[in-house]
Structures are given as C-alpha cells and as structure tokens.
C-alpha cells in the first residue's frame, strides 16, 4: 500500500551518509562515459566539422569532393543527406547544415574517417566559399539595433509608477553581467550504431535522452520507437547537455545510417567551446524606490539576455529570470520586464540556475548598491525586505515557509559571529591602507519545478528477481550530481532492504519512454517519487504473501533491512520473493509521479509554478589588494535548506560544488568575444584551460562551513528531501557582495561602489581606483561621482540626496545606486 510521498519508514536508508555509487569508479578511472565505449566497438568511423570563419555569412559553395581524396575519408555529410528534418533545435530555428552561417565556428557540414586526424585533413580539404553579411556581436549593438527573438514577457503587480512616485528615496541605474562556459570534463560525445533490423542505438552524454531521440528521429525521417538513446553517465553536465547535444548525436547517427558502420562525435576543447552554448549573459535597466526606513516600495526593471543565434530554451531561461528577481524580499509594486537579443554567437542555453541566477544577481546589485546611500547597513536592508509568511511573488505563488528566510539568515549571522567581526573587519581596514576586507551575508529563495508544467513527470521500472535482487531504472541520467545514489536510497527505503540489494541500470529511452530533462533541480523529486511508486506497488503485492506466510493481518506486516515480519514471526525477503513467484505474482512495476498542485499561465506570467521554495543563507568575507584587484575569500559559512536530506554527503558536496562554481561565474569566468571589424569578428578568444580561467582550490574560502537547515522537512516531497542542484550556486553572492564592501573601505563613508560582473581582479581594480578617487576628491565622506570602466559620469542627484546636508553645503551628494552602465570589466 502506498504511503505519504513526503512519510519516512522506521530505519529508513534515506538519510544516510552514503558515497557516491560510482565513486570507487570515478577515482580508479574505472568509470565508463560515452567516448570510452569506443574502444570497445569495431569498425568505428570518427566525425569532425568543418567550421565557418565568420559570424554571419551565406554559404554560396561547397565542395567536398576534395575532402574525399584524403586517405582514410570515407564520407562528408551535408544537408543533402538528411532524409527527414534539416534542423536539430524544438523551435525549428536550428539548422543541422546550414546554408546560412550564424556564429563564428558554425558547423557546416562534417566528415567522417577511419581516424580522427584523417577527419581533421579531410574538413581542412573541404571548399566552402562563403558572402560575409553583417553581424551583432555583443548585447549593447542588439540593443541599439533592436535585434530581438521569440516573446517577450512581463511580471507585474500592483503599480510601479504610483510606487516609485510614492517613494521617499529613488534611484535608476544599468547593469551589464557575463555569462559562463560550462567547462564539463566531458565534452559532448555520441556513439551511434544501427543494427540488422535498422534500429538506431546511440549512446550519447545528453541531460535529455528522450529529447535527443525524438530530435535523431525527425532527422532521419523515423518515428521514436525505431531510435535508442542511451546515457550511462555524464562527466558533467551543468545545463550544457539539456539541448546542445542533440543535433551532434543527429550527425552521428546519421553518419551511422549511411555508412552502416559505428560512428562516434567527440568534441575536443576548442570545438567545444567554439560550437556550443554558455549561460546567457544579461543587461538590465532599472529604477527602484524605498521608504524612509529602507523597505522597498517598487520596482521597474527591463532584462535583456543574449540568447545568442538560435532560441533553443532562451525564452523558457528569461521566464525563471523574471520570476526570480524578487529574490528572497517582497517588492510591493513591480513591473519586470524581459526580451531576448539575437546575437551572431553560440546559442546560449541551460545552465545551472536557468535564469534564476541571472534574475536574482540584479536585484541584490540594487540592494548592495543602494545601501549606503540609503545610510544602512547592506545585511540590515537585506533583512527588513525578506519575505514574511503570508505574502506572495510578483507573479502570485504564495511563498510557503517565507519564516525560514529569517531562520536561515539569523543562524548563519550567528553561526559566522557576523557582528564580532564586522568590528575585526573595521579595525584591519583601519590599519590596512593597502589591504581591505568585507564581510557580507546574502539570502537565496529558488522555485522548484520546471517552469513548463508538463514537464514535471517522471517514470520509473522497478524489477525484483527470483533471488531477491533488485534492478531500478529511472528517467534520471546521472551527471555526477548523485542522483543514481538517491535513488538506490530511495528504493532501498520503500521495499526495506539494505542499500546493497539495489542496483541501477543505464538510462535508456526504451526502458522509461517520454522523459524529461534532468534539470531544473528537480531529479530526485521527480524520479524518486516514480522510484517509491513502482517499490510501493511491489511491496503492496508481497504484503499480501507475507500475512498468509505469516499468518498475520495485511496491516502488520512490515519490512526492513532485509526481513519481513509480523509481530514475532519473520522470514527473509529472498524467500518471500521465491514464494511470491511460485504463486504466481508480479515482481516487476512502472511506477510514475507528477507534480501536483501546479499552474502557470506563460502568457500572462501568472500562477504558481514551483511546487517549494529553496532557501539558504551565506556569510563570506575577503580581503582585496588594492594595488591589483586581486581577492582572497578567507571564509564562508552557508546555512542551507535541503529538507529532510535523502543523502547528506550527496547534498553536502552539491552545495559545496554549487557554490565555487557560482564564485566562478561571478568572479572569475570572463567569456570575451572578438568585437573588432576584422576577419576575427565573432570569435571566442576564451577557447581553452589558458585563456578561461576556471575556480580551482586556490579559490575556495580557506575555511568553509556548511550546515543544513535541520527539522526543515518538505511536506509534498519525496521523503520530506528538497533539491539540492542549483539553489546553491546562488549563495556565492555573498562572495561579490564582501568585495564590493572591501571595495567601500578603500573609499569615503558612504561610498556606493558600481562593481563590474564577472568581478575579476580587473574589474575589482577599476572600483578601488574609483573609491580612492572618491577619497581624494571628498575628504568628508559627503559622497562621490560613479565611474565605470573606461568612462565617467557624474550621478543623477535624485530628490532623496538633495535633501543630503552635503549637497546644501556644496559638496557632491550622497552616492545613489548607479546611473551608467558596468560593463562587466570590458571596454567594449
């Protein structure tokens, strides 16, 4: 019989501190990815593309007999040889072959040969004649030419005019912030095959199985049951394999198709970087309005992400954007607004936040920036605007347990000794004319659930065999998250055996049809709930055998660790099996889940789309060489709501991994483009390890404590857990936040800091040079003049600074938030 999804058993296996199932593996070199399966395949022909030179050009020739003269070319592919569907995107805006080049580095056809430098010579012999056409490269030029795609949408509530008219302080500013390369060590690699009955097998590193089949399938004109995917595991994924490797493993699979022989794609590095997409960068405008004590009293904002050249899921990432700038506080009176630029550079996609992210870096920018001109201090403003229960988003979902916004920001203060050293910072900085430090505490609220309704499903085939051994399948694909290692706990729990009867088999689109992408934080919650489902139906059947066994009522029977019992009889789970299936009962299920309790209109950005909230809270503080920008994070203490863990060490690494790459993406992870008019125009100049600077060890806080939310169990959930994924990427704000406070203490009091994203040493330095200006020019602390990089402009006075003494007295006024535009340490 089943029980409560969120109901826990006596002894349950989830909760428990267990490795990663594949750890012995990955730390041996034991573990198998889609490349490795290679070597163990005969008579496999190697792919590789011939990429454009430009980033916007009409392809008016090809000739690829040239490449066939090279030993070992077998074949070159082009649109000519597509049976079905020249496209390899959902929004049929993605050419598998183009006759129009999009991004500098586009594939326009690929070849095939018995080696991979026989490809390399013969996609070097290929002749393309090409009509460069003009390009828009970076956000601003988009803007300027209003170079849009796909729907735009709004998030509104109340009145924003009416309540930044009503505010007693305003202030307007801009806003420009990178993206981020995935930099999974794996790159994406597919191996395709078809067998003598023409099914089509391709084992590809894809976050979305089902998706990448039915993408192979209209390509070459087949219908979904005459295609195989499978996913054994990823060597990282990000977001970067949700939609970029379909039409990679499309190319390999038809390759396979023509040639009748195995052909494997595995992009290198460079390629990799060069042809596929990064998390969207994004440019926001804004105004915002407080009250006399600091509580937010509207908002206005328009974001404008750079989707790159193609739609892939821009418009579903600009919808989690907007439904997460509120952030953890409540905006009275809100308007955002979101659209998307097209730009002639990869397509940007999924990454680890999906928007939210991007949605919420504006909003505590706002915060960070506003705080000393409003004369409070950063984590006290953030504090009066969080959530409080009873209140609801922008786009009406009530936030449910808004309390643990509080709970979780007051133990991290306490936890970091946050007022004790506040006082130690100031007195260092006091003494430290060269050297500063900051301290800063931000919150995280994130929505779980897709954003598109029916994707919240998920399937799952359990099998108990005659020994008593269990096999689980899922529509989960493992990435090194630990998903696979939940779901043995998972089943562990529901049949009451120890975590070494369960086994888990490879993802595969013909075990579990119609699955959705490992995303969105939401595997365990989907997967585990169709894991419990399919164990429950089985338990359900042997608790019937068990009390005739036992000779004991159905409801007192009970399972655990291996044995199952009725009062003081017992007998062993191996044997019930054996007797279950003399008697003729099914040892096998398909368990399905779906999220319940969901509703979103797209349209109109209104309902409630997430099925919880994940909150948490982080203390960082850094020190900042004021002579070259460069920072150390010397601690960070993160209080994080996981619910009721299923796996704490599983959930523990997460919100570590979440958090240094979020430290990455905010500090470090400078994605450049080559913006010049020359024949370079378009290019990614960070192609490789030596020129994207990636976190390492060395960036890591010298000390880091994490603790998880405790009695924080999630009603609705699966066994209390709540995801883990990306909520915790978004911790690392208190990373930028500490630096824009070591930042302030190079300047006057009061000084509002304008910060370039990703805050590198670069851009770090360009804010130290400016607060030392600021110095100079205002020995009083009164206030000063912004400076972005590469140009200065004096701050718009708003009303609420020309009430400021200084201004009456002459002197500049207080600082407002920002009225130019950061350019994220470029000068573009």
Request: hydrophobic fraction near 40%.
């Amino acid at each position: 019989m089943s029980t409560p999804l969120s109901q826990r058993p006596p002894q349950p296996v989830v909760g428990l501190s267990v490795a990663h199932e594949s750890a012995d593996l990955h730390v041996t070199g034991a573990a198998l990815y889609t490349d490795d399966l290679v070597g163990r395949t005969t008579n496999v022909l190697r792919a590789w593309p011939v990429q454009a030179p430009h980033a916007h050009a009409r392809v008016t020739g090809l000739q690829t007999a040239p490449a066939l003269e090279v030993e070992g070319v077998v074949r070159v592919l082009t649109a000519a040889d597509v049976p079905g569907v020249n496209d390899s995107g959902v929004k049929e805006d993605e050419p598998l072959f183009p006759e129009e080049v999009m991004y500098h580095g586009h594939a326009v056809c690929w070849v095939l040969a018995e080696t991979v430098e026989a490809a390399r010579l013969g996609a070097e012999a290929v002749e393309v004649a090409y009509e460069p056409l003009p390009s828009v490269i970076t956000l601003t030029e988009a803007i300027e030419q209003e170079s849009f795609q796909g729907g735009q949408r709004t998030v509104a509530r109340g009145d924003a005019a009416a309540g930044l008219e009503r505010a007693a302080h305003r202030f307007s500013g801009e806003f420009e912030f990178g993206g981020q390369e995935h930099f999974y060590l794996e790159t994406h690699a597919a191996l395709a095959s078809v067998d003598e009955a023409g099914q089509v097998f391709v084992q590809s590193s894809t976050q979305h199985p089902t998706e990448t089949q039915e993408i192979i399938a209209h390509v070459l004109g087949l219908r979904s049951h005459e295609v195989t995917v499978q996913c054994l595991r990823m060597g990282g994924g990000f977001g970067g394999k949700e939609m970029q490797p379909h039409g990679l493993a499309a190319v390999a699979a038809l390759g396979a198709v023509l040639t009748g022989r195995p052909v494997r794609l595995r992009l290198n590095r460079t390629q990799d970087i060069t042809m596929t997409g990064k998390r969207h960068p994004f440019h926001a405008s804004w105004e915002v309005g407080f009250d006399q004590e600091g509580h937010l009293e509207a908002l206005r904002t328009t974001l404008t992400s750079d989707g790159g050249w193609s739609l892939d899921l821009s418009e579903a990432v600009l919808g989690r954007a907007l439904c997460h700038v509120d952030n953890a506080y409540y905006v009275p009176d809100a308007e955002f607004h979101g659209r998307i630029a097209q730009t002639h550079k990869t397509s940007q996609t999924a990454f680890r936040g999906f928007g939210g992210p991007q949605g919420m870096l504006v909003l505590e920018d706002i915060l960070g920036r506003c705080a000393p001109a409003l004369g409070i201090d950063p984590t006290e403003l953030r504090r009066r605007n969080l959530y409080q229960p009873g209140q609801s988003t922008p786009y009406g979902q009530p936030v449910r347990h808004a309390e643990r916004l509080e709970a979780v920001l007051g133990e991290v203060s306490a936890r970091a000794d946050l007022t004790t050293r506040h006082t130690q910072i100031a007195t260092f900085n006091a003494t430290s004319p060269h050297r500063k430090r900051g301290i800063a505490c931000t919150p995280v609220k994130f929505g779980i659930s897709f954003n598109f309704t029916a994707f919240n499903q998920a399937g799952a085939l359990v099998h108990v065999y005659k020994d008593g051994s269990v096999l689980i399948n899922h529509g989960g694909t493992e990435m090194g998250q630990g998903l696979h290692t939940k779901m043995r706990q998972v089943a562990a729990t529901a049949l009451g055996l120890p975590l070494s009867a369960i086994r888990l088999a490879p993802t595969r689109t013909d075990k579990v049809p119609n699955t959705s992408a490992t995303a969105a934080s939401s595997g365990s919650d989907l997967n585990g709930g169709a894991v419990k489902d399919a164990c429950e139906q089985i338990r359900e059947r042997l608790t019937a055998v068990a009390a005739d066994r036992l000779g004991a009522q159905v409801d007192d029977v009970r399972f655990s660790d291996g044995t199952v019992s009725a009062g003081d009889t017992s007998l062993p789970w191996s044997d019930l099996v054996k007797h279950a299936y003399l008697e003729r009962v099914q040892l096998f299920a398909a368990g399905y889940y779906r999220t319940e309790g969901l509703h979103w209109d797209g349209v109109r950005m209104q309902g409630e789309p997430f099925k919880y909230f994940a909150y948490g809270a982080a203390v960082s503080e850094v020190e900042v060489d004021g002579f070259t920008g460069a920072h150390t994070v010397l601690r960070t203490d993160i209080v994080h709501d996981v619910g009721d863990s299923l796996s704490p060490l599983v959930d523990l690494g997460q919100i570590e991994g979440g958090f240094l790459q979020g430290v990455g993406w905010l500090t470090l992870e400078d994605l450049r483009w080559d913006t010049s008019d020359g024949d370079g125009r378009g290019r990614v100049t960070t192609s490789a390890a030596s020129t994207y600077k990636l976190p390492s060890f060395s960036e890591l806080p010298r000390e880091l404590n994490v603790h998880l939310l405790e009695q924080a169990s999630e009603d609705g959930a699966v066994y209390g857990s709540k995801a883990v994924g990306e909520p915790p990427l978004m911790l690392a704000f208190s990373v930028r936040e500490a630096l824009r406070q070591a930042v302030a203490a190079f300047g006057p009091t009061g000084h509002s800091v304008e910060l370039g994203c990703p805050s590198t040493p670069e851009a770090v330095f360009w804010a130290v040079d400016a607060a030392r200006e600021a110095a100079q020019r205002d020995g009083s602390g009164a206030g000063a003049h912004a400076r972005t990089v590469g140009a200065r402009t004096e701050s718009a006075r708003t009303e609420s600074a020309k009430t400021d003494p200084a201004y009456a007295e002459g002197s500049p006024p207080a600082p407002t938030a920002s009225e130019s535009v950061v350019t994220g340490g470029l000068a573009d």
